[in-house]
């Protein structure tokens, strides 16, 4: 099994700035992809940022130029540095990975237990 620790959510102004953290643990041979996705009241989840263990990154347009993904992959981190946030910022963040456990193993999913994200006008 593997677990998914995130940190870093809050409220901050409008123009201001958080990071999130996400640490996986647990039974991990390699992780291929790790990442952020985001779900606001009344809308669908949505990708925020991905990075793989390459380090090729992929950003919602949304939020290219002011959100910037990095992970340690010694550590089974990732981290996700959001400046200029704005009111749509506004969510409940959920760090993604894309977890083989042996190497033989498929490829599997989790997710984390999520972290508010509240910006304020």
């Known amino acids: 099994q593997v677990q998914l620790v995130e940190s870093g959510g809050g409220l901050v102004q409008a123009g201001g700035s958080l990071r999130l953290s996400c640490a996986a643990s647990g039974s991990i041979f390699i992780i291929n992809v790790m990442g952020w996705h985001r779900q606001a009241p009344g809308k669908q989840r949505e990708l925020v940022a991905t990075?793989?263990?390459?380090?090729?990154?992929r950003y919602a347009d949304s939020v290219k130029g002011r959100f910037t993904i990095s992970r340690d992959n010694a550590k089974n981190t990732v981290l996700l540095q959001m400046n200029s946030l704005k009111p749509e910022d506004t969510a409940v963040y959920y760090c993604?990975?894309?977890?083989?456990?042996?190497?033989?193993?498929?490829?599997?999913?989790?997710w984390g237990q999520g972290t508010q994200v509240t910006v304020s006008s």
């Open positions: 993604y990975t894309e977890v083989r456990q042996t190497i033989v193993a498929v490829t599997t999913a989790y």
């Open positions: 990075i793989t263990s390459g380090g090729k990154t």
